[in-house]
C-alpha cells in the first residue's frame, strides 16, 4: 500500500495493524490477563471487536461539537470550565484525573482533579480559573485542588446533561494531576505532579513558590465536604515526595501503586506503598520501587519485547520526603539502588491480580523528540505488573505503541467493565511539528480515547474535535453504563469540561 492508503486502513479498519505487533503465545496470554481483570463479566464474542469509524457528534444537552464517536453513541458536556457551579464558584480549569463512585441507578459521584500551576514566567501566578483555599487548607497559596460532580442519569437527556450538583471539595494543593480510588473506595487520593519547595522569605508572586512543600498524595474522602466546605486534607508523607502521576489500590492487598512522571529527559519509577493500616494511610508505611532481578539500574525506556516477563524485586526508599526541589530526588536514590528507569510514567489501573500504567514516552518508535541525556522519546509504552504473592511479581509489556497514528502520548488509562483498557491521549501537538511524512502512517496531531481489545489489539473509540487539549480522567459508573471523561481545556471559559457517554457498549470490546 502506499502511506496514504495505510492511514486511511488504519483508521477506518479500527487500526487493524496492532493486532500483527503481538503474536502466538504472548497475544493469547494478553487476552487471558486482560479478560481476568476485567471488573465485570467479558464480552463473548465481541470482546476483541472496535465500534467502527468515528463521526462528529453533536452533544445532547447542548449541540455543541466536541467529540467524534462512533455510529450510536451519544454524549452530554455537564461541567464546563468557567460555569457557575453550585457553591457559586466558578468551575476551575485543567481537568485532569478523576475518580468516579456509584452507578446510573443510584447516581454517580465524580471526584476531579484540578491541575492549577504556575505560569512560567514572572510574575508568577496561577492563573484566573482557579481554586481559592480554604481556612482549613494545607497550604493557602496554592489555588489547585478538586470538583465534585454528582451526575443524575435520569437528567441525562434534560439541559443540565445529568449534572445534579458540582463544588469544590478540596483546597490548597497544587499540580493535582491524577490520582486514584482508595482502599474500600473511600474516596479519592488527588497526586501532585511536582516537587516545589516552600516559599521562604522570597515574596509572593517573585517566585513560583508556594508556602509549604509540595510533591505529595492526599486523601479526598467521599463524604468529607459539601457545597461551601470542602475537605481538609493534610499530605502522606511516607508515601513519597516526588512528581506524583498517578495511584490504584490492589483491591486485594490494600497496597498502593504510584507511577511517577519527572519530565522529560529525566528517569522516572514505578512504586509500590506498603501501608501499616490500608484504612488509614496517615499511619504511614514502608515506600519501595521496582527493579527488574537479575539486571540492577535497567533502562526499559527502549529495547523491550512485547509479552515477555520481567522477575521484579522492590527496593526500600529510606527517606521518601526528601527535602529541596529536584523533580526526581527519590527516583535517583532508588535508581542508584538498582531500581529500573522508564520515560514519563502516567496513568495506573488496577485490574484483578494486574497493575497496568502508561509510559507516555517510552518505546522503539520514535516521535523526533530528542531529551537532554540523549534518550529519543518514543510514542508509549503500557505495561502490565503482575504481583504473584510473596515474590516481587512479574513485569510485561503489554503494548507498544509502532506509530503515532496507531497511539500517541497515552496518559490516563483505565479498565473498562468488559475488560479492554481505555487509554487517554495526551499528545502536545509539539512532538510532530514540522516533521516529514516519514512514517508510513503518519497521521497529524489528535487527542483521541484509544481502546485496547482483550488480544492486544489497539482501535479509536473519541476524538477531541473541539480544541488540541488532551483527554483525561476516563472513568466508569459502576454498572460500566456511562464512561465519564475530561478535555482539559485552557485557562479560558468553555475550554475544557466533563463529558458522559453512553451507547451499545455490548457491540465492542469496552
Keep these: 500500500m502506499t502511506s496514504v492508503d495505510r492511514r486511511s486502513f488504519l483508521k477506518v479498519g479500527g487500526i487493524t495493524a496492532g493486532a500483527s505487533i503481538l503474536g502466538g503465545t504472548a497475544l493469547q496470554a494478553v487476552s487471558t490477563r486482560m479478560a481476568q481483570a476485567a471488573p465485570g463479566s467479558g464480552r463473548g464474542g465481541n470482546a476483541n471487536a472496535s465500534y467502527g469509524p468515528l463521526f462528529p457528534t453533536a452533544s445532547l444537552n447542548d449541540g455543541l461539537q466536541w467529540l467524534s464517536l462512533p455510529e450510536a453513541f451519544e454524549y452530554t458536556i455537564f461541567s464546563k470550565t468557567g460555569a457557575i457551579m453550585s457553591d457559586g464558584r ?13 452507578s446510573a441507578a443510584s447516581g454517580v459521584r465524580l471526584i476531579r482533579n484540578q491541575e492549577i500551576r504556575f505560569s512560567r514566567e514572572a510574575p508568577f501566578t496561577q492563573g484566573e480559573f482557579t481554586i481559592e483555599p480554604a481556612a482549613n487548607a494545607y497550604d493557602k497559596t496554592a489555588e489547585g485542588g478538586n470538583t465534585t460532580l454528582t451526575f443524575d442519569a435520569s437528567r441525562f437527556r434534560s439541559p443540565s446533561g445529568g449534572l445534579a450538583q458540582d463544588y469544590v471539595s478540596l483546597t490548597g494543593t497544587v499540580v493535582n494531576c491524577a490520582g486514584g480510588v482508595s482502599y474500600c473506595q473511600t474516596g479519592w487520593l488527588t497526586c501532585e505532579e511536582i516537587v516545589q519547595e516552600e516559599l521562604g522569605s522570597a515574596p509572593p508572586g517573585s517566585a513560583a513558590r ?31 515526595r516526588f512528581a506524583h502521576e498517578a495511584a490504584t489500590v490492589d483491591k486485594c492487598t490494600g497496597i498502593v501503586y504510584q507511577t511517577e512522571d519527572a519530565g522529560s529527559g529525566r528517569g522516572s519509577g514505578f512504586y509500590r506503598f506498603l501501608p501499616n493500616n490500608s484504612g488509614d494511610l496517615a499511619q504511614g508505611g514502608v515506600l519501595q520501587i521496582l527493579g527488574i532481578k537479575g539486571k540492577p539500574s535497567s533502562d526499559l525506556r527502549e529495547g523491550q519485547r512485547q509479552g515477555q516477563p520481567l522477575p521484579v524485586e522492590w527496593f526500600t526508599i529510606q527517606e521518601p520526603d526528601p527535602s529541596g526541589d529536584a523533580p526526581n530526588a527519590v527516583f535517583e536514590v532508588g535508581f542508584a539502588q538498582g531500581a529500573a528507569k522508564f520515560n514519563r510514567l502516567e496513568g495506573c489501573w488496577d485490574g484483578v491480580d494486574s497493575i497496568f500504567f502508561a509510559s507516555t514516552s517510552g518505546g522503539d518508535a520514535k516521535n523526533g523528540d530528542v531529551n537532554d541525556d540523549g534518550f529519543a522519546e518514543g510514542y508509549g509504552q503500557i505495561w502490565e505488573y503482575i504481583p504473584r504473592g510473596q515474590s516481587g511479581g512479574q513485569l510485561v509489556l503489554l503494548f507498544e505503541s509502532p506509530d503515532g497514528d496507531v497511539l500517541d502520548s497515552p496518559d490516563n488509562i483505565v479498565v473498562s467493565p468488559r475488560g479492554g483498557l481505555v487509554l487517554c491521549e495526551d499528545d502536545s501537538s509539539s512532538a510532530n511539528a514540522g516533521q516529514n511524512d516519514i512514517s508510513e502512517f503518519f497521521g497529524e496531531d489528535k487527542n483521541r480515547l484509544i481502546g485496547l481489545t482483550l488480544q492486544g489489539q489497539p482501535f479509536p473509540f ?47 470490546a469496552l
Excluded at 90 to 102: I, P
Excluded at 480 to 491: A, K, M, P, T, W
Design 90 to 102: 466558578l468551575a476551575a480549569r485543567s481537568h485532569d484525573g478523576m475518580g468516579a463512585f456509584g
Design 210 to 240: 508556594t508556602e509549604r512543600k509540595h510533591g505529595y498524595v492526599y486523601l479526598n474522602p467521599l463524604t468529607g465536604s459539601a457545597p461551601g466546605s470542602p475537605a481538609g486534607a493534610a499530605p502522606f508523607l511516607a508515601m513519597g
Design 462 to 508: 473519541a476524538e477531541n474535535i473541539m480544541n488540541d487539549s488532551e483527554l483525561a480522567g476516563a472513568c466508569w459508573s459502576d454498572d460500566g453504563e456511562f464512561l465519564f471523561v475530561n478535555i482539559f481545556g485552557y485557562d479560558e471559559a468553555g475550554s475544557g469540561g466533563t463529558l458522559a457517554i453512553t451507547g451499545p457498549w455490548q457491540r465492542g
